[in-house]
């Protein structure tokens, strides 16, 4: 499956931004979906991840009350609402997926499948 990623820009604490990820190639629906983050020299975290089985869902601690994640299979698109930004959430943000399971994962190295990021700036 190939991953595009968009949506991210510059904005100011406080305000919100909405990403999406768009699946091509394959039944979107057959996988688990995640969103990651990465700033300069720092290793990539987990942001946010949906299953493509049961929709359970799952958000780093940082995240949790401000973001959300969501899909629309029928248009193989997941999504990142972020709200309330703050200057720490400022990074390069990445979706990813891999093929859905029993367990719904929240590091990097399960993932199979990645897009290309989107920077996402949040001004103090």
């Known amino acids: 499956v190939q991953l595009q990623a968009s949506g991210g820009g510059l904005v100011q604490a406080g305000g919100s931004l909405r990403l999406s990820c768009v699946a091509s190639?394959?039944?979107?629906?057959?996988?688990?979906a995640g969103w990651f983050r990465q700033t300069p020299g720092k290793e990539r975290e987990f942001v946010a991840s949906?299953?493509?089985?049961?929709?359970?869902?799952r958000y780093a601690d940082s995240v949790k009350g401000r973001f959300t994640i969501s899909r629309e299979n029928a248009g193989n698109t997941a999504y990142l609402q972020m709200d309330s930004l703050k200057p720490e959430d400022t990074a390069v943000y990445y979706c990813?997926?891999?093929?859905?399971?029993?367990?719904?994962?929240?590091?990097?190295?399960?993932?199979?499948?990645w897009g290309q990021g989107t920077q996402v700036t949040v001004s103090s």
């Open positions: 949906m299953s493509g089985y049961d929709g359970t869902r």
């Open positions: 190639g394959r039944t979107f629906s057959n996988y688990d």
């Open positions: 990813a997926a891999r093929w859905y399971g029993a367990t719904l994962h929240t590091t990097p190295d399960q993932y199979n499948y």
